[in-house]
């Protein structure tokens, strides 16, 4: 995990640090893990135990999820996330990820473009988490994202 990395480690911080602040300060272990662990993590993305990481850590759902998220509109367009992102909604995601000035409040997502992200978000953490934890993941990732494009306005 080196392509887009710093994007995913700094959206994942700013999720993890607005929805699930008590997992913050085991972050940068659980953040390590993720990106040196071997590939691919399609159902195993908690650290096992031993790892000086709490085995029930939420981290690498959160990391998994922004990573996906990151690949599908930073990089080649990952197969099953075109049927849920449009390519207007991947090319402001983008933007977003990348901090470019260009994306202003008003071209941010539309209403239609953030269920879009939360339906694809909300479904790959439904594998992991509970559907209530599912639900406010995929609301976190927005909220970050958002406020990432509001802090370079």
Do not use: N
């Not at 999720?15 to 659980?30: G, H, I, K, S, W």
């Not at 085995?55 to 998220?69: D, E, G, Q, R």
Request: hydrophobic share 45%.
């Amino acid at each position: 995990m080196t392509a887009h990395w710093t994007e995913v480690r700094e959206v994942g911080e700013s999720v993890v640090r607005t929805a699930y602040p008590a997992e913050l300060e085991d972050f940068d272990a659980a953040a390590e893990w993720f990106r040196t662990a071997p590939r691919p993590l399609a159902h195993g993305v908690r650290p096992p135990v031993g790892m000086g990481v709490e085995f029930a850590s939420v981290v690498p759902v959160v990391l998994s999820a922004v990573s996906l998220l990151a690949t599908a509109v930073l990089g080649s367009v990952v197969e099953d996330t075109a049927k849920y992102l449009t390519s207007t909604t991947r090319e402001k995601l983008a933007a977003a990820f990348r901090r470019r000035p260009a994306v202003a409040a008003p071209d941010w997502l539309t209403p239609e473009q953030e269920r879009e992200v939360f339906r694809l978000i909300r479904e790959r953490a439904a594998d992991r988490l509970p559907e209530d934890e599912a639900h406010r993941l995929a609301e976190a990732v927005i909220g970050a994202l958002r406020l990432r494009v509001a802090d370079e306005t």
